[in-house]
């Protein structure tokens, strides 16, 4: 199964760091794991990964990461441990970009996200057009 972040199979990308196995190694790696925590619903993984709580409840992430459809991951540029990003989700009949530049800090042993602010863009997908799932349907179709 491809990797939702990108970065080849997931059984071998971000699923040993999602199950503990192999921790990320860069900030970059850590990026690329949440944004597939995200895709894949593993808030668990979210939640140990981040220094600050969430402003909501786990149970509300989960909801949320579930009703919406992970489109792709771009990392614009990446330094030690600062993450700039684009990670786009289709929701609500909607293209969504959430453009982050993020911070980590490498805390006993481990990469861990620290902060970022988001700047959100959307983009309203019309009813004929290829659904941006890349499935080869039209929106009606798919996840209208």
């Known amino acids: 199964m491809k990797c939702p972040c990108g970065g080849g199979e ?31 619903a593993e808030v668990e993984y979210l939640q140990k990964t981040q220094l600050k709580p969430a402003d909501e409840t786990w149970e ?15 990392i614009v540029e990446a330094a030690e441990d600062v993450v700039e990003f684009i990670a786009r989700y289709l929701e609500k009949g909607e293209i969504t970009a959430l453009h982050e530049r993020s911070t980590f ?17 959307r983009v309203k997908v019309e009813r004929n057009e290829p659904c941006p799932c890349g499935s080869g349907k039209k929106f009606k179709q798919c996840h209208a």
């Open 105 to 121: 800090v490498f805390q006993d042993g481990r990469w861990i996200y620290d902060s970022g602010k988001p700047d959100v863009s």
């Open 60 to 74: 509300q992430t989960r909801a949320w990461t579930k009703s919406v459809a992970w489109l792709d991951l771009k």
């Open 10 to 40: 997931y059984e071998t990308c971000c699923g040993p760091r999602h199950d503990g196995s192999k921790p990320a190694e860069t900030a970059e790696a850590l990026m690329r794991s949440r944004y597939s925590a995200f895709a894949r």
